[in-house]
């Protein structure tokens, strides 16, 4: 079975650019999160998704980033515009159910160069 | 929000024992301890978890005292491949990991 899946893996922009980051969760995976990493620090959660509703969006830094997840799939998450203070690694995971059974699993991230 | 405390790094040889020993003094009634292991390239992937005493799996043990302010990862002899990252979590994983993740230990295993 494929794991939780990130494109791209790498992505370099200009400030003030936009940025669509896409997460693929495991297969029936209902719950997918997006946490990220920026330069020098912790990771952070930035939001939950239940399906295709937002379960909690506490984390989000600010209004130029929006996440979405249609259909309750896959989930992309936009950055516009970019600034330089973006750059790092956004991790997105899923999990199968809100207990405590069922664990995250973790993508690879997409690393975010802003410039 | 419960904060985490580790060691930075440590450095053990194939074959040992590691102990890595996280500090959670405002830990909630309701929160549970997660560790995760991540290596370069790739994101957090899930070890162990616990709430208290102790919890064993085919990869490590945790070991919880009953005040919960710590909890004690345990790597049986580890091998060149558990040079990795691990973070340990503490909150209520239901609704994503809200508690930042730290630092974490960086783990360097030796030949």
């Known amino acids: 079975e494929a794991g939780v899946t990130q494109f791209p893996s790498h992505s370099v922009i200009e400030k003030g650019q936009t940025v669509t980051l896409r997460c693929d969760p495991i297969?029936?995976?209902?719950?997918l999160y997006w946490y990220r990493r920026v330069m020098g620090k912790e990771i952070k959660f930035l939001l939950h998704?239940?399906?295709?509703?937002?379960?909690?969006e506490s984390g989000m830094p600010n209004n130029r980033f929006l996440a979405e997840r249609t259909g309750g799939t896959y989930s992309t998450l936009k950055v516009q515009p970019a600034e330089l203070e973006d750059s790092g690694v956004y991790f997105c995971a899923s999990s199968l159910g809100q207990s405590l059974s069922y664990e995250q699993y973790f993508g690879p991230g997409t690393r975010l160069t802003v410039t | 929000l419960a904060k985490t405390t580790q060691p930075i790094s440590m450095d053990s040889y194939e074959g040992q024992e590691v102990n890595i020993t996280c500090s959670h003094n405002?830990?909630?009634?309701?929160?549970?301890i997660t560790w995760y292991q991540q290596f370069p390239s790739q994101g957090p992937r899930f070890i162990i978890q616990?709430?208290?005493t102790k919890v064993t799996n085919e990869v490590a043990s945790l070991f919880i005292p009953a005040d919960r302010k710590s909890s004690t990862l345990s790597l049986p002899r580890v091998s060149l491949s558990d040079t990795a990252v691990y973070y340990c979590?503490?909150?209520?994983?239901?609704?994503?990991?809200?508690?930042?993740f730290g630092a974490g230990t960086r783990l360097f295993v030796k030949a």
């Open positions: 616990g709430y208290k």
């Open positions: 297969s029936g995976h209902d719950n």
């Open positions: 405002n830990i909630a009634t309701n929160d549970y």
């Open positions: 998704f239940v399906k295709e509703s937002k379960q909690d």
């Open positions: 979590l503490v909150g209520d994983p239901t609704g994503g990991f809200k508690t930042i």
